[in-house]
């Protein structure tokens, strides 16, 4: 097929993206970028690069018709936010000067540069950006599905839309108890999270006057409250001061919803189980990477995560492919801080990339965990690969802040809807630079 015609049909097939049944028409589409995933990473690169190329040059591949902005699903639990606060149209984020196929990968031949979709379209790529996250495993704990649909069962979990809202409302329901809040044995999104709900929970109960008749765990995998020495020494006294009890290398196996139970093993012998009751159980769910990913066991680890040069961000075996955000084996927090510093260097690699040029920009493993500590208080931690404190700001940041708070609630949405997904907002450094130049 030569180029003015296979130009014609792509451009002709648009349609098929509005039919659900792929027996109706498959296409094949072809471009000189897909960037596979919509979301944070996938439409901040789009962006970047809709800008710099020719228009339809680039192709998103995406399956949902919102796009959320995750980090505030955390006051969606405590009441501070809506999840309509979080929501916007795919369509009002991604670049209008990409296209925009609604749909989702099925399997990748990196040999060949094909991607083929759910409903069965073909895409020809000569290079591929891979930015699908991680999505919830439910089903790996049993009776966790069913007690997260049942509104009266007191499970819930701020890591998705459909049930952040069981959390704030499940706050208001409890009269006293048990409290169990948990953090999986998984790679996770926003690994602040878990812990940051069990501080809101213990400022609401302490509101309500339900605090003295309640007890608050958090079990974590973990053998730290926190991954950076600095920030855990910090919150380990806001547990001791919120007396909540903290059980490490304690994870989730099972729920018992009719029996109001949970069951958990030790990380050091798995053999070795507690179930413990509750009266309301925050689950943090195992997450992993989607199944196309996983079934592609040529770029990706033996956990199914895109191995790329933790540095470049450029796949380990394949030049024209790269990989951002939660789905690549970076030993990095996973969090929308990260992909706001990884974008740049993804922009400028791939370019490079594209001309024949080695990628020559390094990302320094830079992550941003806003964790909050009670309503009107955060401790906003920031940090580099090794888990070395890399602030903004010119004073500790390890301390709480009602600065920190509200830069969490109100400034971060509005840096992520207004520049970031426009591919316009790299993280602070040019802040940084100016107000804390001193800094390390």
């Known amino acids: 097929m030569n180029t003015a015609r296979l130009l014609s049909f792509v451009s002709s097939s648009n349609v098929c993206r509005n039919f659900s ?10 471009c000189k970028l897909l960037v596979v995933g919509g979301g944070s990473g996938g439409c901040t690169v789009a962006a970047k690069f809709a800008r710099r190329l020719n228009k339809d040059s680039v192709i998103i591949l995406e399956p949902s018709n919102d796009h959320y902005y995750q980090p505030l699903f955390t006051l969606v639990g405590a009441g501070v936010k809506r999840v309509s606060d979080t929501r916007r149209s795919a369509q009002s984020v991604l670049p209008k000067a990409a296209k925009w196929l609604r749909d989702s990968a099925e399997t990748i031949n990196a040999k060949a540069n094909v991607v083929t979709t759910k409903d069965g379209h073909v895409i020809n790529y000569e290079y591929i950006v891979i930015a699908v996250g991680l999505k919830s495993d439910y089903n790996k704990i049993p009776g966790l599905t069913e007690a997260l649909n049942d509104t009266s069962s007191g499970v819930s979990t701020i890591y998705a839309p459909e ?12 009269k006293g108890g048990e409290a169990i809040f948990t953090y999986p044995e998984t790679l996770i999104k926003c690994p602040g999270a878990p812990q940051k709900i069990a501080y809101l929970a213990e400022s609401y109960f302490t509101k309500t006057n339900v605090r003295s008749k309640s007890n608050i ?7 730290v ?5 600095k920030y855990a020494d910090a919150l380990l006294k806001v547990v001791e001061r919120k007396k909540i009890n903290v059980n490490y290398k304690t994870v989730l196996k099972e729920v018992k919803p009719d029996r109001r139970e949970a069951v958990f093993y030790n990380t050091d012998d798995k053999t070795k189980e507690t179930t413990m009751q509750y009266n309301m159980l925050h689950v943090t769910p195992p997450m992993k990477t989607p199944d196309f990913l996983q079934r592609s066991s040529d770029i990706v680890d033996p956990n199914g995560y895109l191995t790329v040069n933790k540095y470049t961000l450029q796949h380990d075996k394949y030049p024209n492919v790269y990989g951002i955000g939660d789905c690549t084996n970076t030993p990095n927090s996973k969090t929308a801080a990260a ?4 974008c740049y260097v993804l922009e400028h690699n791939l370019l490079g990339t594209m001309q024949k040029d080695e990628p020559k920009l390094k ?19 920031e940090f580099i690969y ?14 709480e802040s009602a600065l920190a708070y509200y830069m969490k609630k109100d400034l971060f949405p509005f840096l992520y809807w207004n520049l970031m997904l426009k591919g316009r907002y790299h993280g602070p450094e040019f802040v940084r630079k100016i107000i804390n130049p001193l800094a390390k």
């Not at 992550?367 to 009107?376: K, Q």
């Open 21 to 30: 049944s792929s027996s109706i028409c498959n296409a094949n589409y072809s």
């Open 163 to 174: 049930y952040c809202e069981k959390t704030w409302s499940d706050l208001q329901m409890f």
């Open 217 to 223: 765990t958090y079990n974590t995998c973990l053998p």
């Open 225 to 229: 409250i926190f991954g950076v020495k």
């Open 339 to 342: 992909i706001a510093k990884q």
């Open 363 to 381: 990302y320094d493993g830079y992550g941003a965990c806003p964790l909050l500590t009670a309503y009107g208080k955060c401790i906003l931690a």
């Open 386 to 399: 090794d888990g070395i404190p890399h602030e903004t700001l010119p004073f500790d940041q390890a301390r």
